[in-house]
């Protein structure tokens, strides 16, 4: 919704992917109606982790104490995985910045300089922001 103008929109679906539907039905409605302002930022990649350094990034985070982020690599490119959601690819900006096409969402790792580590990460989302702590792997 934007807040000056009164317009809006809602759009509700069932699926696993339904997310990423709901992003494309919301993108062309504000290209049929002129929302300015609405249209996503262009996807830059301004930044590519080298492979080798690509475990840095990986683990487990726990969001707000309540929710677990998961990070994984999977060829030369990070994925994010929400419990009951599919994995999204996470689009490097900066060493540290990443964007999550689709959700409107940025990931900005906390880097830690004594042990060269990402302990922490700062997620923010539709104007949100959270905060998600490393957390021990854990095998079964």
Same mark, same amino acid.
């Given at each position: 919704?934007? &807040?000056?103008?009164?317009?809006?929109?809602?759009?509700?679906?069932? /699926?696993? %992917? /339904?997310?990423?539907? *709901?992003?494309? #039905?919301? =993108?062309?409605? *504000? =290209?049929? $109606? &002129?929302?300015?302002? $609405?249209? @996503?930022?262009? =996807?830059?990649?301004?930044?590519?982790?080298?492979?080798?350094?690509?475990?840095? $990034?990986? /683990?487990?985070? !726990?969001?707000?104490?309540?929710?677990?982020?998961?990070? $994984?690599?999977? /060829?030369?490119?990070?994925? *994010?995985?929400? @419990?009951?959601?599919? *994995?999204v690819a996470l689009? @490097?900006?900066?060493?540290?910045?990443?964007?999550l096409p689709g !959700? +409107?969402?940025? #990931?900005?790792?906390? !880097?830690?300089?004594? +042990?060269?580590?990402?302990?922490?990460?700062?997620?923010?989302? %539709? &104007?949100r922001t959270f905060?998600?702590? =490393?957390?021990?792997?854990? %095998? @079964?």
């Amino acid at each position: 919704m934007f &807040g000056q103008s009164g317009v809006g929109m809602v759009v509700m679906t069932s /699926g696993d %992917n /339904g997310f990423m539907l *709901a992003q494309s #039905i919301m =993108r062309a409605c *504000a =290209r049929a $109606y &002129g929302w300015v302002g $609405y249209q @996503p930022p262009p =996807r830059l990649r301004v930044y590519k982790p080298p492979v080798t350094r690509l475990e840095l $990034y990986c /683990g487990r985070f !726990l969001v707000d104490d309540r929710l677990t982020l998961k990070i $994984y690599a999977e /060829g030369e490119n990070l994925h *994010a995985v929400f @419990p009951g959601q599919p *994995a999204v690819a996470l689009i @490097p900006v900066t060493e540290t910045l990443f964007s999550l096409p689709g !959700l +409107s969402s940025q #990931i900005d790792y906390k !880097l830690d300089v004594a +042990s060269e580590t990402f302990p922490e990460l700062v997620i923010k989302q %539709n &104007g949100r922001t959270f905060t998600a702590t =490393r957390t021990p792997e854990i %095998n @079964p």
